[in-house]
């Protein structure tokens, strides 16, 4: 039986997206079966793939050709004693197969000398028995698709794929990273609190398969939910491959509204009207949010309390550095503090949320497009970060329209999406008027795309985004497919 391999570590070997394999599979240019792929299957459709180049077995290098410093060890590998442990389990699941192969070629064998013997002096013997050689041959011989077995095999040392039940998605841990963080970086929504082994609020259980605790918690664990293989998601790293069962949130009336306190780590300009602010959370303390969703900030001066509402730029998968973009705004206090610089590093700053509902939607494999004018751009990108995060969508289209001179103040970043990722365009606009600028770039959006089988994701002021919402509608755009924010 050829070696069986899931979605997401298919597309690993082969260095390309889930998405494009999903899209192989839709289309019926790729066979699966319950959501694995078998290696003669994935060398058909990818005959041309070079294990040396592709994504597996070139990430496996580049560990062994870089330098091993403390955080090239810590990002990359996992610690000492889970790496054994992976090794030892993974030893012994060789050592059975390697007892059940020998047992088979000698079967095999015995099989070969029994029928020469039965052959003898029979008038067919010499043709059946060469034909009868050949085929016990190749059930000996391997095939090129053994090549993606053995790779797979090395990379479960390195990097164990972590299924999610029930909603079936899929992840892989890697380095130090607990199964929270990795889930995390995933762009998956997991249930969690603190994010140190405080809240239990990341309980998960094990359907199957190894872990290991890697870290202390304070949360202590019922024996029934020790019996039933239930574990912290936060303190607990993968061995081999697991099935864990936990539930993930579907939207924003899942994610509770929570008060932290963080820390101003850097105000740097992005424009002459724009600023980056860079909060920190405490590590007992982080935001859980949803990509796309705004928080309220407020901080106390001499002068008065500074209250304001921003749209979170980052991606939740770091939710410890939430990134916020502030604008000019004389008739709001705290961004009049952030220009003034009685918002500065060091500071505190009180963060309330999450708040919003322009999120992405759950139907993985959608094209994406997203239109923003001036700071719109904040919650897009951090749309943008997650669903890149996730690999969930087929295609990402941004067109952003500037009203003011520095409109576009992450034009480079946008710029280097676009030439780094396959199925990623972004098209910026200028206009003075932001309700006719949105026509212009509804219009240029409808010549590039026909909406159908997208999602469209609108935000800005609202006159921008009332004039968009209604160009797109009459280009053809189904209103359920529309979600807007206005800012």
Known sequence: MSHRLSLSRAAHLVGVHRSTLQKMIGEGKLAAAEGMITAQELLRAFPQVNLEASGGIEWVNRIKEESFGRRVRERMLPSQEILAQRLFSQGLELADLRRTVQRYHA?????????????????????????????LGRALAGDASDAFAAIDEALRVMTPRVEVRPSGREFFVEGHDSILQSGLKAGLQLSYGCGNGTCG?????????EVQRIRPHDFTLSEA?????????????????????TLEAAGPEDIPRQEIVATVRAVSPLGEDTRLLHLQAPRSNRLRFLAGQSASLGAVSPAGDMQGSFAIAS?????????????????DTFATGVFSGAIRPG?????????????????????????????????????????????????????????????HYLANQCRAWAEAL???????????????????????????TDFAGTDVYVAGPEAFVHCAEFELRSAGAPAESITALVM
């Not at 990341?202 to 359907?207: D, F, G, N, S, T």
């Not at 991606?315 to 008739?331: A, I, S, T």
């Not at 897009?380 to 003011?404: F, G, N, P, Q």
């Open 107 to 135: 079967l095999v064998e015995e099989l070969g000398g029994l029928l020469r013997e039965g052959f003898q002096g029979h008038p067919a013997q010499p043709g059946a028995l060469a034909a009868l050689s050949e085929g």
């Open 201 to 209: 609020l990341c309980r998960a259980r094990v359907v199957d398969g």
């Open 225 to 245: 939910e020790r019996a039933q293989g239930h574990v912290l998601m936060c303190a607990y790293s993968a061995v081999t491959d697991v099935k864990i069962e």
């Open 315 to 331: 991606c939740p998968c770091d939710d410890r550095n939430l990134h916020f973009h502030v604008g000019r705004d004389d008739g």
């Open 347 to 407: 500071e505190r700053v009180t963060l309330v949320g999450p708040e919003g509902r322009f999120v992405l939607g759950r139907e993985p494999g959608r094209h994406l497009v997203f239109a923003a004018c001036d700071l719109g751009f904040a919650p897009v990108k951090s749309l943008v970060e997650y669903a890149l995060s996730a690999d969930s969508a087929a295609s990402y289209t941004i067109a952003w329209l500037a009203t003011r001179p520095d409109g």
């Open 422 to 448: 396959d199925g990623f365009s972004w098209m910026p606009f200028r206009h003075a008027d932001a309700a006719e600028g949105a026509a212009e770039l509804v219009a240029g959006l409808r010549a590039a």
